[in-house]
């Protein structure tokens, strides 16, 4: 079992910024990809950014050039870097990790962007 605890989260205004961060129960190199998604209300959970273990981070379209995913400098966080926020990111960010032995998600941390 991987535990995955997320903070950070907040409230920002439209064009601010906040960072979050996974602290997983793991080290990060036992993750074959880790990564963070949102749920808005009235819509699926759909992906933010993921990063692979030897890879490059992915975005999702809404989010390219604005967000950033990176490995923290201990070796069981991740965190992500929101810049340029806008209302619609409003949402619960879940962090997500996939190892070979399953797949595990956080409980959630609000972002509420105001315009």
């Known amino acids: 079992q991987v535990e995955l605890v997320e903070s950070g989260g907040g409230l920002a205004q439209d064009g601010g910024s906040l960072r979050l961060t996974c602290a997983a129960s793991?080290?990060?190199?036992?993750?074959?990809?880790i990564g963070w998604y949102r749920q808005t209300p009235g819509k699926q959970r759909g992906v933010v950014a993921t990063i692979r273990r030897r890879g490059q981070p992915d975005y999702g379209e809404a989010v390219k050039g604005r967000f950033s995913i990176s490995v923290g400098n201990l070796d069981n966080t991740v965190n992500l870097q929101m810049n340029s926020l806008k209302p619609e990111d409003t949402g619960v960010y879940y962090c997500?990790?996939?190892?070979?032995?399953?797949?595990?998600w956080g409980r959630g941390t609000q972002v509420t962007v105001s315009s």
């Open positions: 793991v080290s990060t190199r036992q993750i074959q990809v």
């Open positions: 997500n990790a996939q190892l070979v032995y399953g797949d595990f």
